[in-house]
Each structure stands twice: as structure tokens, then as C-alpha cells.
């Protein structure tokens, strides 16, 4: 049980363009969902807190408007690199913590995104 | 102060060996505390949550927590080579409890045939 899916899991693309992500937790609801990105050799950094039904909370220094995420179901949130530059190119995981139970974050598999 | 510190080491042991890895965390209201690990290239898997004090055993692995010293450790017996890997100190809670995990720097673990 408790598991992460994400898709795609590897993403090449064009600067300048817009990149969807998603994340999907697919043997539980998940009120709660949490993005990450990390750099290589570096630790996790999270950049969000996207909550069902409300908008996402940013940690400090997280552009909004180009990370755009949308947390439309119980189990689905997505993240959007808006016109994405080479330096957005990094590993994105999402996380997800169900409604009931512990609090317990179960991570997807991430993504990596290159932005050429 | 970091809220979560570890020794990013890299940690290395032979094979068989026990391997352990240390956490302290700043937040004394901390209620959750997480080992992840993570191979290079891929996302964390959990391995053991914690929240009382003591021990907790799941095969290899056991999780140790002490909230006085706020300190949570995990050991690692007869350790394999496909233990080698980053392992993640996560502490949840405390304060501030918005399901935000506070994470370690993460120690290196390399486990020599």
C-alpha cells in the first residue's frame, strides 16, 4: 500500500516552454501533497504544500507564478514549470500524506526535467 | 542551528557489519521522526517512522529515539552492499505541525564487500 505514482518520469524540453507534472497517490487519499526539487549532490528542498481543494502554500523564495499547482482531487496534484529555463532543469518529487492514518509522507519516484 | 542535523559522512563499514547513523533535531515539540533512504538517482523510500521513546525494531533495522536529548538514530545490522546509500533523518511536528517534514543533510552509508 501507500503508493506514489508520478509521470512523466524523464522530461526533456525547449526553453521558454511549459511543463506539466504529475502526482498521484494510488491506494489512499491524500488531503495533503508536498513538492519537491533537488539538485544534484544537494539535499530535497521543498517548494510546496498543495492541500485539496485550496491553494498551495509556498515556501519561501518559490516563485508562485511559475511553479503553478493545482490539488483539484483527493488524489491528483500537479505542478506546472511555466516557462521553463535551463536552470529550472533539476529532479522533482512529489509527496503525499493520506487523510487518515499517520503522517507519514510516502514520495513518488520524481521526475527529471532538462530544459534545454 | 540546523533543526535537523546529521554527520554527512560518507559512513563506511564492512559488509555484516552494524552501521549507525545519528540525528538531533532543535525542535523539542517534535512528535513524528522518519528515516528515509535514498540511492543516488532516485526518490527517498521510508523505512521506519518513530514517535515514542525507545526502540523500534523492523527487521535489519532498528530506530532509536530519545526526546530528553532529542536525538533519533538508526541502526543497520549485518549490513549488505545494497545498503549503501543516503539515509534521510525527517522530523515532522513540534511548533509548527503543518505535516512539513524538516529534513537532514542526509549520511552517505557505503557498505564494503
Known amino acids: 500500500g501507500a503508493v506514489v505514482s508520478q509521470h512523466p518520469s524523464r522530461v526533456i524540453c525547449k526553453s521558454g516552454t511549459s511543463v506539466k507534472i504529475e502526482c498521484r497517490s494510488l491506494d489512499f487519499q491524500a488531503t495533503t501533497m508536498f513538492w519537491y526539487r533537488q539538485f544534484p549532490k544537494q539535499s530535497l528542498m521543498l517548494m510546496a504544500t498543495?492541500?485539496?481543494?485550496?491553494?498551495?502554500?509556498?515556501e519561501q523564495g518559490v516563485e508562485k507564478d511559475k511553479f503553478l499547482i493545482n490539488h483539484a482531487s483527493l488524489t491528483l496534484s500537479t505542478l506546472t514549470v511555466t516557462s521553463a529555463h535551463p536552470e529550472d532543469s533539476s529532479f522533482y518529487i512529489c509527496?503525499?500524506?493520506?487523510?487518515?492514518?499517520?503522517?507519514?509522507?510516502?514520495f513518488g519516484p520524481g521526475t527529471r526535467l532538462t530544459v534545454l | 542551528q540546523k533543526e535537523v542535523e546529521q554527520n554527512s559522512g560518507p559512513l563506511s563499514v564492512p559488509e555484516g557489519a552494524i552501521a549507525s547513523l545519528n540525528c538531533t533535531y532543535s525542535?523539542?515539540?517534535?512528535?513524528?521522526f522518519f528515516w528515509y533512504r535514498q540511492y543516488s538517482g532516485k526518490s527517498p523510500e521510508l523505512i521506519m517512522s518513530i514517535y515514542s521513546n525507545g526502540d523500534k525494531e523492523d527487521g535489519r533495522f532498528t530506530a532509536q529515539l530519545n526526546k530528553a536529548s532529542q536525538y533519533v538514530s538508526l541502526l543497520i545490522r549485518d549490513s549488505q552492499p545494497s545498503d549503501s546509500a543516503t539515509y534521510l533523518c525527517?522530523?515532522?511536528?513540534?511548533?509548527?505541525?503543518?505535516?512539513?517534514?524538516?529534513f537532514g543533510q542526509g549520511t552517505t552509508l557505503q557498505v564494503k564487500p
Open positions: 525527517a522530523v515532522n511536528g513540534g511548533s509548527s505541525n503543518t505535516g512539513k517534514l524538516i
Open positions: 498543495s492541500n485539496e481543494g485550496s491553494k498551495a502554500t509556498y
Open positions: 509527496s503525499a500524506i493520506s487523510s487518515v492514518g499517520t503522517d507519514t509522507q510516502y
Open positions: 525542535d523539542r515539540g517534535s512528535q513524528s
